[in-house]
Nanobody
Framework: QVQLVESGGGLVQVGDSLRLSCAFA????????LGWFRQASGKDGELVAV????????YYADSVKGRFTISRDNAKNTVYLQMNSLKPEDTSVYYC?????????????????WGQGTQVTVSS
């Protein structure tokens, strides 16, 4: 059984930075690909970034490319999302998700494990 717990959300100003963390509880963390997704109020959810298991390859949505960085620490069973130059349109609930495959997919339905989400609000 895999459990994911996000932390690090909050209220920030435009241009600020924030780092989200997702603690993974379960076996063989390094075998899982991890993703960050977000869902703003009244809107569909969207992929933010994913990182593969063993190789650590990454993929980003165009809307966050160059501003956000996904990383993982296999020794700490944790995945991070460093968010810089935050904009009001980044305001969302951010979810961490995991899938047991070495090469991640971008489809939310392919992720079998999800955290409870953490709210990020960017105020102008």
């Amino acid at each position: 059984q895999v459990q994911l717990v996000e932390s690090g959300g909050g209220l920030v100003q435009v241009g600020d930075s924030l780092r989200l963390s997702c603690a993974f509880a379960g076996p063989t963390f390094s075998a899982y690909s991890l993703g960050w997704f977000r869902q703003a109020s009244g809107k569909d959810g969207e992929l933010v970034a994913v990182i593969s298991g063993f190789s650590g390859n990454t993929y980003y949505a165009d809307s966050v490319k160059g501003r956000f960085t996904i990383s993982r620490d296999n020794a700490k069973n944790t995945v991070y999302l460093q968010m810089n130059s935050l904009k009001p349109e980044d305001t969302s609930v951010y979810y961490c998700a995991a899938q047991l495959r070495p090469v991640p997919t971008t489809a939310p339905g392919a992720y079998g494990y999800w955290g409870q989400g953490t709210q990020v609000t960017v105020s102008s």
